[in-house]
């Protein structure tokens, strides 16, 4: 997949693009968790399993992280990306569990272009993953810059 | 460090608890952001230093991560431990760079018991990661669940 926005301007406000699935093997999961997320549920099979989760459970950063990989791989403009200030309201209403197929939405909530600096601006959007059934299992939404579109 | 809470009520509202320092070096921020952020200002030392951090910074998400690991190892209760429903206001004000050593704090913000399960309750609390200025580099303030002491 190659992107389908390559400057600010190209972002359409109010439209979902569909980034594609992840799906994450338990030792990826206990990998990630053994480095940066320790907890029982997230490493440890037996007591995953006595827990209330039944299961190993990714940790909610390295579902962030898979979400983000789609975002880079499949959306953001590798050129006029600047970065982000943030994110708002990050929610893991579901676990995410190994070798379920998810797929990963972005939809574009506005565009702003900076008042202080003219080459650039702001895209706020929101992250969805979602189950194979349709469930939400993570969502996000935060602001990321870009650069417009090189005038002449 | 080993915890200073075991349970749900050893949370302190108001406390804020020093969680220790990490410091990332160049190949680990490529190595994560390769995987999981392969923008050219994360994974690219020579497209990084025209960028305009001047240089490789680390993925929002690494230095997420790399806080975690310290709420796990010197913090968050893994008996207790009951997982999280999300954050909000995640912030990354400044560039995390190679090979500095950032200080992690953790305040409590507030302590609920929930109502429909008096066994727990939730823990607001905001995570910051400040460089050896003062700077802070990282904020986000979350949830998470805990386990009350066991009666009797």
Same mark, same amino acid.
Not at 67 to 91: F, K, W
Not at 121 to 126: E, I, L, P, R
Not at 134 to 150: D, E, Q
């Given at each position: 997949?190659?992107?389908?926005?390559?400057?600010?301007?190209?972002?359409?406000?109010?439209?979902?693009?569909?980034?594609?699935?992840?799906?994450?093997?338990?030792?990826?999961?206990?990998?990630?968790?053994?480095?940066?997320?320790?907890?029982?549920?997230?490493?440890?099979?037996?007591?995953?399993?006595?827990?209330?989760?039944?299961?190993?459970?990714?940790?909610?950063?390295?579902?962030?992280?898979?979400?983000?990989?789609?975002? *880079? $791989?499949?959306?953001?403009? #590798?050129?006029? @990306?600047?970065?982000?200030? =943030?994110?708002? +309201?990050? %929610?893991?209403?579901?676990?995410?569990?190994?070798?379920?197929?998810?797929?990963?939405?972005?939809?574009?909530?506005?565009?702003?272009?900076?008042?202080?600096?003219?080459?650039?601006?702001?895209?706020?959007?929101?992250?969805?993953? *979602? $189950?194979?059934?349709?469930? #939400?299992?993570? @969502?996000?939404?935060?602001? =990321?810059?870009? +650069?417009? %579109?090189?005038?002449?």
């Amino acid at each position: 997949m190659s992107s389908p926005v390559d400057y600010l301007e190209d972002f359409r406000t109010g439209h979902t693009y569909d980034l594609g699935t992840f799906s994450l093997s338990q030792d990826e999961i206990i990998e990630f968790a053994t480095r940066f997320d320790p907890q029982p549920f997230h490493i440890d099979p037996a007591a995953a399993a006595r827990s209330q989760y039944g299961g190993i459970i990714a940790s909610g950063w390295h579902t962030a992280s898979a979400a983000m990989r789609l975002m *880079v $791989d499949n959306l953001i403009p #590798l050129e006029s @990306s600047l970065g982000s200030p =943030g994110i708002d +309201r990050l %929610r893991w209403p579901a676990p995410v569990r190994p070798d379920v197929t998810y797929d990963v939405r972005y939809t574009v909530n506005s565009v702003t272009e900076s008042k202080s600096k003219p080459d650039r601006g702001a895209v706020n959007s929101t992250t969805d993953v *979602v $189950d194979p059934d349709g469930n #939400l299992v993570m @969502s996000f939404t935060g602001v =990321g810059f870009y +650069r417009k %579109r090189p005038v002449g």
